[in-house]
């Protein structure tokens, strides 16, 4: 289990490991090449992104020290979340679709069809959460928060890849500039990303001019132009997590911790769809969550949370959590 003790050392060993630790974790598995229609191996840059901003903002360790200062607390003692528990959180969304071609312009179904994924997986009202393994049974979670569809905002581009640079998320840059993303969840759907990178969130702590979540338009919802095994809107709900404050499930390190004292150790991530049950290496030699939303398995593969997960993501509503004005 993870110690809540090791969460002072984050900040301190996130500029000097997480790079590798990265790569370490995605040298575990083949990664064929991605192509635009077709994505094939999960890739989230979550971390390399926060990296970037670490060495970009040098307050921005500090903020999220506070952060994870909080969410200690918050751990040690649930009553601190008080109303945050009800499941009245609603979370308004803002999608913003950056498109080159006609596929690329998700509909309207696409775009509502991923906000009642998130509903569904948030809520516990998957139709694969009983299917989590009975070992986890004790342990899955329904978070209790809710999204609802604000608004949809347009743009054509020329773009025929996007980096990790934010680019999207400016119109300086060719892309859209967030909608008051201190309230209000901004989501940018766009065309293929270099590096074979479907998807990415920035961790509550960063600039409110970068807050949100970016997905590719074939890993966005579950009809459409979604393309398997990415076509049942788990990239999104995997990246909302991580908007939310939690970590890969493997800690970015061989046998890293999430911060979650509920959640198996992990030797790297997986991929695919790991057979069951997935012993890890690491000790005591757990088996491993791969149905966990915080893994890199399939969208078919991934269908639960933890009662863990659920308290770190809740403390961010918590006064100085980061997400504090979606609970008012």
């Given at each position: 289990m993870k110690k809540l003790?090791?969460?002072l050392c984050m900040v301190a060993l996130l500029l000097t490991s997480c790079t590798r630790n990265e790569k370490q974790a995605d040298a575990t598995a083949v990664q064929p090449k991605v192509t635009e229609d077709e994505p094939q191996g999960r890739r989230c840059a979550a971390m390399d992104v926060l990296n970037e901003q670490l060495k970009a903002d040098p307050a921005l360790a500090g903020r999220m020290a506070a952060i994870e200062n909080l969410t200690a607390r918050v751990q040690k003692d649930k009553s601190l979340l008080r109303l945050q528990a009800d499941g009245s959180i609603l979370?308004?969304?803002?999608?913003?679709v950056l498109y080159r071609t006609t596929a690329q312009n998700v509909s309207a179904a696409q775009i509502q069809s991923q906000i009642d994924v998130l509903n569904a997986d948030y809520n516990a009202l998957n139709s694969d959460y009983s299917s989590v393994p009975a070992l986890f049974s004790p342990v899955k979670a329904s978070v209790g928060v809710h999204f609802v569809l604000k608004s949809v905002v347009r743009q054509s581009t020329t773009k025929t890849s996007?980096?990790?640079?934010d680019a999207m998320k400016k119109s300086a840059q060719g892309g859209i500039n967030p909608t008051t993303p201190d309230s209000v969840l901004n989501i940018w759907v766009v065309g293929?990303?270099?590096g074979g990178v479907i998807g990415y969130a920035q961790f509550p702590g960063g600039a409110s001019a970068t807050d949100g979540v970016v997905i590719a338009y074939n890993c966005f919802g579950n009809t459409g132009a979604a393309a398997s095994p990415f076509n049942l809107g788990r990239t999104a709900t995997h990246e909302v997590g991580h908007w939310l404050n939690l970590r890969h499930i493997w800690g970015d390190a061989t046998c890293g911790t999430d911060y979650v004292d509920d959640t198996p150790f992990h030797?790297?991530?997986?991929?695919?769809?790991?057979?069951?049950?997935?012993?890890?290496t690491c000790s005591g030699t757990p088996v491993e969550q791969t149905m966990n939303y915080m893994d890199y398995t399939d969208d078919a593969c991934m269908y639960m949370f933890t009662a863990g997960q659920k308290t770190r993501m809740l403390a961010t509503f918590v006064s100085g959590g980061g997400r504090t004005l979606f609970a008012q």
């Open positions: 003790s090791m969460l979370i308004p969304v803002v999608v913003n996007w980096s990790t640079n293929a990303m270099s030797n790297a991530a997986n991929y695919g769809c790991p057979s069951y049950p997935h012993y890890s």
